[in-house]
């Protein structure tokens, strides 16, 4: 029977892409695999003459030669001597590159495990106060994780024994299965991809290689942390399975509120209240920082509710470095309340005498007025 040509089989014209030729491969063999074809005694047939074309048109020089010569390139004819291409019957090596992507149902256990697991990563989450965050700290954290066992050394094996190759992969963690009329590989079922066996588990660790424990960890917390800021601590997590690398500890920061100063990135707010007189007159006053001193401001004569002051460098440090932050003060003036009648009777004398010290209240009324003249008008 005469071979059908090659770019027929895939269904793709001579002179397209390698990218065009994988992707007409794929199609067809998705729609003709024997698995998806039991009905149809040809179908493997089939299969094998899209993968027999594959094989051909994916590489470049054979394809050269199938281009200048055709079928004839691969019968041992041209050149003489039985030199030319070949085309064998194992065409596994052509769709190698594509197997999993169209039959990764098969190979769920295709790839060699590692023969020791990584240890999982842990979180903490650790609240700070903010002087904490300002000047940074050291803690001791208790964290309960796996760690390699002390009996067996990390090795699963009773008395530290080194485990034994698996005799079923020997030592591969996988095996190959024949699939219709090709080879697949899969997880050894023996060692479960380890590629080792434990003949005698620890009975410490069930062979496991690892136990819980409390572990008892020292964490530098940086000045200028911030909520959300995750340290790194490499290799203080879970312990790896039987001897594999531990994981890492991220531990998360959490800022705690403070009584007296709110945080906006590297700058802190304080709100600070003076007297009604104060806030009159003028005056000083002294303020906390978070450095624990305190600074001397000057409450100019007149100050209203939310007139901002800044004291530069007053406020927090940044993790990169450089300047401190600033601290913001915002005066709220203070209403006096449970008077006395003495005070009352001041107030009510400096009332009278006040009218013309109000502009923003003179202002006001006197736009009131016109709108309820315009109103009546």
Known sequence: ????????????????????????????????????????????????????????????????????????????????????????????????????????????????????????????????????????SKKKLTVQASAPCDSCNGTGAEGGAEPST?????????????????????????????????????????????????????VKVPPGVDNGTRIRLAGRGEAGLRGGTPGDLYVFVQVNPHPIFEREGNNLFCSLPVSFATAALGGEHDVPTIDGGKSRVRIPAGSQTGKHMRLRGKGMPSLQGGALGDMLLEITVETPVNLTSRQKELLREFENLSRDNNPNSTDFFGKVKGFWDDVKG
């Open 1 to 136: 029977m005469e071979k059908r040509d090659y770019y027929d089989v895939l269904g793709v014209s001579r002179g397209v892409s390698g990218d065009e030729i994988k992707k007409a491969y794929r199609r067809k063999a998705k729609a003709l695999h024997p698995d998806r074809n039991s009905g149809d005694p040809d179908s493997e047939a089939k299969f094998k003459e899209v993968n027999e074309a594959y094989e051909i048109l994916s590489d470049s020089d054979k394809k050269a030669a199938y281009d200048r010569f055709g079928h004839a390139a691969f019968s041992g004819g041209i050149g003489g001597g039985g030199g030319g291409f070949h085309a064998g019957p194992d065409v596994g090596s052509a769709f190698s590159e594509v197997f999993d992507d169209l039959f990764g149902d098969f190979m769920s256990g295709g790839r060699s495990r590692q023969r020791s697991t990584r240890g999982a990563d842990l979180r903490y989450n650790l609240q700070v106060d903010l002087e904490e965050a300002y000047q940074g």
């Open 166 to 218: 698996c005799p079923t992969c020997s030592g591969a963690g996988k095996v190959r299965a024949r699939q219709a009329f090709f080879t697949i590989e899969q997880t050894c079922p023996t060692c479960g991809g380890q590629g080792r066996i434990i003949k005698q588990p620890c009975r410490s660790c069930a062979g496991a290689g690892r136990v819980q424990k409390d572990q008892l960890i020292e």
